[in-house]
T-cell receptor, first 112, second 112 residues
Framework: ELKVEQNPLFLSMQEGKNYTIYCNYS?????LYWYRQDPGKSLESLFV?????AVKQEGRLMASLDTKARLSTLHITAAVHDLSATYFC????????????FGQGTRLTINP | NAGVTQTPKFQVLKTGQSMTLQCAQD?????MYWYRQDPGMGLRLIYY???????DKGEVPNGYNVSRLNKREFSLRLESAAPSQTSVYFC???????????FGEGSRLTVL
């Protein structure tokens, strides 16, 4: 059974600081996705990582994938309040039918 | 572009009542999914449909049924609602190109 674990689950940080959210998964997969969810809202796709070594950047967020280590990171640079949200990683089960398994989510709060 | 549309957005049921959550997508995707989201547990897959005419169980299918009415529509039915089914339900469709999910706005269900 595929397990996807994020850490930390809760993160409170100050504006201007850097931090990294980690996503570990337990079985082979070469596709990983990051989503953002604002309170009471739906999930919005942030990054699609489709191969080992993939790196994507959008503004102050950068995501990377290491399939050999079964690890993805979401790095936040010089955080701003607008990035406060819950961030989910999701891993593609490539065997059989295509399904995504989600991590528990990381609730990020950025304080002025 | 509507994307994925879910109805209703909010519903309150009494234990034992039945209801159907409706979902439609206009992106011509083959695969569609129903997830539930509970605090601290991320998103858990209830059922999915890899193509029109097929459905499969996910991680937490008990107490639910689904119908893939056509390529656009995928409904989720609760035959006899229980308080444990109080949750936020998300429908999603999946891009064949990137594998990413596109989510509806969610349906908040409370079972008393």
């Amino acid at each position: 059974e595929l397990k996807v674990e994020q850490n930390p689950l809760f993160l409170s940080m100050q504006e201007g600081k850097n931090y990294t959210i980690y996503c570990n998964y337990s079985t082979t997969s070469d596709r990983l996705y990051w989503y953002r969810q604002d309170p009471g809202k739906s999930l919005e796709s942030l990054f699609v990582l489709l191969s080992n070594g993939a790196v994507k950047q959008e503004g102050r967020l950068m995501a990377s994938l290491d399939t050999k280590a079964r690890l993805s990171t979401l790095h936040i640079t010089a955080a701003v309040h607008d990035l406060s949200a819950t961030y989910f990683c999701a891993v593609d089960i490539t065997q059989g039918a295509q399904k995504l398994v989600f991590g528990q989510g990381t609730r990020l709060t950025i304080n002025p | 572009n509507a994307g994925v549309t879910q109805t209703p957005k909010f519903q309150v049921l009494k234990t034992g009542q039945s209801m159907t959550l409706q979902c439609a997508q206009d992106m011509n995707h083959n695969s569609m999914y129903w997830y539930r989201q509970d605090p601290g547990m991320g998103l858990r897959l209830i059922y999915y449909s890899a193509s029109e005419g097929t459905t499969d169980k996910g991680e937490v299918p008990n107490g639910y049924n689904v119908s893939r009415l056509n390529k656009r529509e995928f409904s989720l039915r609760l035959e006899s609602a229980a308080p444990s089914q109080t949750s936020v339900y998300f429908c999603a469709s999946r891009s064949e190109n990137t594998g990413e999910l596109f989510f509806g706005e969610g349906s908040r269900l409370t079972v008393l």
